[in-house]
């Protein structure tokens, strides 16, 4: 029997004192979303690589009280190609594996590795295959509890300028490439969309061609607006990035130029995916979040209507979560 498309749709969470995550599920609750994306190291629940238990105390009363699918965003500069840290990359990724199961989310979103250029050039086949083992040996542990560890593509960033910094994952191939070599029933792909959309146009390749053979990895959805255009200006502000439509600007849906109803009948997702819309703080109203889901919910049910091959129980890889 085949699974709907998208199970869920839901926000991430923004505000993260104790009485402001109470007030921002309540709202989520109130507009009707059915999933909230929550991230451990934004609600100090990790200290030094290991669950914070007198703030988890805090923290997990607000969340059980809600009617509430919980998804989880592990920190940001999580890596697995960081190889002077990498024993405490493992040890705050468990611990946002533990904070999954405390809170029963089944999705564990993770970023590929950022490396500067000169790695890329010299080591990227050695550092990709240390992420492959990391990620596969988390995996293993995270199967326990029912969580999948969801790679994400990645934004062209101002760092690729410089060389800086750069990443594999701004190409979504890539990313499929990586999930695929895992081959672990608890490794699946995020796709962000503008994440997507910024990096296509950085380097100039047609988006829809780059999301059609990612979609078949894909088991979570970020949703959010931008102009897609790479960020190349020094120094800029949020309004000023805003102004010149620069970068990654998790913008309301309907602000960008994101072409949604173009795009999304061409990918066959998994089945059992969340749908989060990602919208940054200085945007969040009420209207802007009633508006955003308003959009998120009609791109599900054109996800839902895509013509798909993944059936309940067809393999242990493509299984729903």
Same mark, same amino acid.
């Given at each position: ?16 004192? /104790?009485?402001? *995550? +109470? !007030?921002?599920?309540? &709202? ?5 979303? %059915?999933? @909230? ?83 890329? /050039?010299?080591? *990227? +086949? !050695?550092?990709?295959? &240390? ?5 596969? %040996?988390? @995996? ?88 897609? !255009?790479?960020?190349? &200006? ?5 309004? %000023? ?81």
């Amino acid at each position: 029997m085949s699974q709907k498309i998208i199970k869920a749709v839901g926000m991430m969470v923004v505000d993260y004192t /104790l009485d402001g *995550l +109470d !007030r921002n599920l309540t &709202l989520l609750e109130d507009l009707g979303c %059915e999933s @909230a994306e929550i991230s451990p190291s934004a609600c100090k629940v990790i200290c030094g690589g290991a669950l914070n238990i007198a703030r988890l105390r805090q923290i997990l009363p607000i969340l059980a009280q809600r009617d509430l699918l919980y998804t989880v965003h592990s920190p940001l500069i999580l890596n697995f190609m960081d190889e002077i840290h990498l024993e405490l990359h493992k040890q705050v990724c468990r611990a946002s594996i533990e904070w999954c199961a405390r809170i029963g989310a089944k999705i564990l979103v993770i970023h590929p590795g950022w490396i500067t250029a000169r790695e890329m /050039l010299t080591s *990227l +086949d !050695r550092l990709m295959e &240390l992420e492959r083992s990391t990620i596969l %040996e988390l @995996a293993r542990e995270a199967a326990d509890s029912g969580v999948k560890l969801a790679l994400e593509n990645m934004p062209a960033v101002l760092g690729m300028l410089s060389g800086e910094k750069t990443n594999y994952g701004i190409d979504p191939l890539r990313v499929a490439e990586q999930v695929a070599a895992i081959d672990h029933p608890n490794v699946c792909a995020t796709l962000d969309f503008s994440h997507a959309y910024i990096s296509a146009n950085f380097r100039n390749v047609a988006l829809l061609e780059t999301l059609k053979p990612y979609a078949s990895y894909v088991n979570h959805l970020h949703v959010h607006d931008s102009v897609g !255009r790479p960020p190349s &200006l020094q120094d800029a502000d949020t309004g %000023e990035a805003l102004a010149f439509g620069m970068g990654d600007l998790h913008l309301p849906l309907g602000w960008g130029t994101l072409e949604w109803e173009r795009i999304l009948p061409h990918l066959p997702i998994r089945p059992g995916t969340v749908m989060t819309v990602e919208i940054a703080k200085p945007y969040v109203t009420p209207d802007e979040i009633a508006t955003s889901l308003q959009r998120a919910r009609q791109f599900a049910e054109i996800l839902n209507q895509v013509p798909h091959p993944y059936n309940d129980g067809e393999s242990a890889l493509l299984s729903p979560v």
